[in-house]
Structures are given as structure tokens and as C-alpha cells.
């Protein structure tokens, strides 16, 4: 029965994944304006340090942006993904530190941290009828707390666990200044964009957004599915703990508010629509470096860091609208 739908939902998803194409043709193009601006402005843009700070940036964002895409395509949202990684990193420092446990389990820890959080908002999104603005924003209430209580609201330092700082900042590729962390963004974003285009998840999220009444009619148990991708989402959260705290050398409780905010908004410009059925990695993946070279940029050009929000916040409205005239023009 599930099989029969998919099949009957292909033509939907091939029309979807058309203007997504298009979007991220866009999406690109915006880019590169962005990057040939910059690179005018300030001699100093395409300097390997600054380009490897741009990419090194990206990567917590980015791979936060990939797991929500999931779930707003879906039509859900996660305002949870910020605190969730701060619990997830401190969960990785008291695996690693406190309980002096080895670094793969401490990694796999702090990763099943998210995982079990993304989890928890399924079931309840699911289960209990509650909506994912307000399950999630509950969720988001109980990390913050439960790092600080866990952690004693006191910072957790790595320093003497040996390796922990290389997952991040580390260079396997011999020879190239490039951090490990921005290979495991890239890495994530394969895994991403195969979860989502080559299997039967990626399928029944793409059908859950379009139309969940007719998905669960035609016999898909959409519940089940959902906590599913809930999960996969807090997977990729977990993997941004991990990558934060390597980053910083240490755990930090009171991070993460204001993260959720940064990984919709590269969600939504990568051209994911808020009302859900359409979106992709590779615009999510775009959308996280546009947020990142945006910021770089305004950094070189010495605005103010209020005057930088706010731009932000113009161009994700803009995104915004744009969804919702394409929206109109499709319907």
C-alpha cells in the first residue's frame, strides 16, 4: 500500500523538485552577487583565511539548517535545534570529562542526545496532537534547562581530553589548511541530500508536506513517519553539539538561543517553503553560506553588529515573500 502511494506521488514530487531546482538556481546566483561584491569592497575577502572562517562558520549552522529542512518541509517547524545542540554538546562533555568515557562514545552520546530530543517533539507532536511551534518551543525551554542544571551552569573544558579539539579544527588532508569541520558539514550535506532524494524517507517526507490527510488516507502511517524524520532531524543537531564544542574546546550551557533563528532563515533562503512540500539540501546548503558570507562581508565593511541583524532579518522577509509569491503563481 505505501509503495503504491509513493508511486502515486511522483509526478507531485517531480513538479516540486522542478521550482526547487529553479529556486536554487536563484539561491546560487545570489551567492555569487553576494561573493563579487564583497570581493570588491575589501581586497582581503578571498584571502584562505577569511574564505576558511567563512566555511568554518557555516558548518554548526549549516548542518543545524540541514536537519530542520526535514522538518519544515514536512509543514512542522523546530525552534528547538539552538538549545538542543548546547544540550547536546554539554551531554558530550559529561560523557567525555565527568564520566572519562571514550572519545567515540562520548561523541555517540552527545549525537543520541539530539537524537532522543528530536524524538521526544515527534511523539508529541504526533501523539499528542500538540503543534510543533509549541511542542519545539517547549523543547526549547527544557534543553536550556537541563544544560544548566546538568552542567552546574558552569562551562565543561575538553582540554585534557586528548583529540577532541581536532574534530573540528583539525586538517586530515595533508598539506591544506582546511578544517575537519567543514568536511563533516560537506559530509552532511551528502547524507542529507540522500536521505531526502534517494530513499523512502525522503519520499514520504516530501508527501507529508504536500498533502498529510491524503498520505495517512492512502495508508501511510504519517505518525510513524514523523517521529521518524523528528529523529533524523535531532541527529543532525547532535552532530552540531559535537562540532560546537569541538570548536570551542569546551561545553557551554548557556549557548545556543538565537541558533534556531539562524538555521530557518537559511533554511527558508535556500528556497524551502514554510507551508511545506518543496525544499532540498543542496538550497539549504546554499542558503547557510549566503547567511555566512552575508555576515562576513558586513563584518569587513565595518557595520555595526545591530546594523548586521538587521540586514539579516531584511533579507530573510524577503525570502519569505518570495516564497509566497511563488506560492500564489503555483496555485
Not at 569592497?41 to 548542518?63: A, K, R
Not at 547536546?88 to 555517540?108: A, D, E, K, R, W
Not at 514554510?274 to 547557510?288: D, E, N, Q
Request: with cysteine; proline share 2%; glycine share 12%.
Amino acid at each position: 500500500m505505501e509503495t503504491h502511494t509513493v508511486t502515486r506521488n511522483n509526478n507531485v514530487i517531480s513538479k516540486l523538485k522542478g521550482s526547487s531546482a529553479l529556486q536554487q538556481i536563484l539561491a546560487f546566483a545570489s551567492l555569487i552577487i553576494l561573493v563579487v561584491f564583497f570581493s570588491i569592497v575589501s581586497e582581503h575577502f578571498w584571502q584562505w583565511s577569511n574564505i576558511s572562517g567563512i566555511l568554518l562558520s557555516t558548518t554548526v549552522i549549516g548542518i543545524l539548517a540541514l536537519g530542520v529542512t526535514f522538518i519544515i518541509i514536512t509543514g512542522g517547524i523546530d525552534l528547538s535545534v539552538g538549545t538542543v545542540m548546547t544540550l547536546s554538546s554539554v551531554m558530550t562533555g559529561v560523557f567525555l570529562v565527568n564520566m572519562n568515557l571514550p572519545i567515540v562514545v562520548g561523541i555517540l552520546g552527545g549525537i543520541l542526545t539530539g537524537s532522543f530530543a528530536g524524538f521526544i517533539c515527534g511523539f508529541w507532536v504526533t501523539k499528542l496532537r500538540i503543534p510543533p511551534f509549541i511542542a519545539t518551543l517547549a523543547m526549547m525551554m527544557i534543553a536550556q534547562g537541563l544544560a544548566l542544571v546538568i552542567s552546574g551552569a558552569t562551562p565543561i573544558y575538553f582540554s585534557g581530553v586528548e583529540g577532541f579539539r581536532g574534530i573540528a579544527l583539525g586538517s586530515i588532508i595533508p598539506g591544506v589548511a582546511l578544517p575537519n569541520g567543514i568536511l563533516i558539514f560537506f559530509l552532511m550535506v551528502i547524507i542529507g541530500g540522500i536521505l531526502l532524494s534517494k530513499t523512502i524517507v525522503g519520499r514520504y517526507t516530501f508527501s507529508i508536506g504536500s498533502n498529510e490527510e491524503a498520505t495517512r488516507l492512502s495508508g501511510i502511517n504519517v505518525d510513524r513517519w514523523k517521529i521518524k524524520i523528528y529523529t533524523i532531524a535531532g541527529s543532525f543537531t547532535g552532530v552540531a553539539g559535537v562540532i560546537m564544542a569541538s570548536r570551542l574546546d569546551s561545553a557551554q550551557p548557556a549557548l545556543g538561543m538565537g541558533y534556531e533563528l539562524e538555521a530557518i532563515a537559511a533554511v527558508v533562503i535556500g528556497g524551502t517553503s514554510l507551508s511545506g512540500g518543496k525544499g532540498s539540501i543542496v538550497g539549504t546548503m546554499i542558503g547557510a553560506l549566503i547567511m555566512s558570507v552575508l555576515t562576513n562581508g558586513l563584518r569587513i565593511m565595518s557595520i555595526p553588529q545591530e546594523w548586521q541583524t538587521v540586514v539579516v532579518g531584511l533579507v530573510v522577509i524577503t525570502a519569505v515573500y518570495a516564497d509566497i509569491l511563488r506560492r500564489g503563481k503555483s496555485n
